[in-house]
């Protein structure tokens, strides 16, 4: 388990974020304001934290994620990215 620094960056040089903070992070990058997230800019997020394969790594996370099968991950599936978020993005989501 990794530790939180004051400056949320764990020790293991992950970012450490609450899930509300995760949810929020990811709005940003929802480029037509529609609340969900596409491929496209999911993998806009990947490149942001220095991921490489963006393409597939996008593809991989829309496809474990999209629980409802609309090629978009929507509110209420942003929490099966958590998994997702340690492995490629680099990012330790805390449960509170």
Do not use: C, P
């Not at 209420?76 to 989501?93: H, Q």
């Amino acid at each position: 388990m990794a530790i939180k620094t004051n400056k949320g960056i764990a020790t293991d040089g992950k970012r450490v974020m609450t899930m509300d903070e995760f949810k929020q992070w990811l709005k940003k990058f929802d480029a037509d304001k529609d609340g969900r997230i596409s491929k496209e800019e999911l993998r806009s997020a990947i490149y942001e934290t220095g991921g490489r394969f963006g393409r597939w790594k996008s593809w991989r996370a829309i496809r474990s994620a999209d629980t409802d099968g609309s090629g978009f991950i929507d509110e209420s599936e942003i929490t099966n990215l958590v998994g997702f978020a340690d492995k490629y993005l680099g990012v330790r989501i805390l449960h509170t």
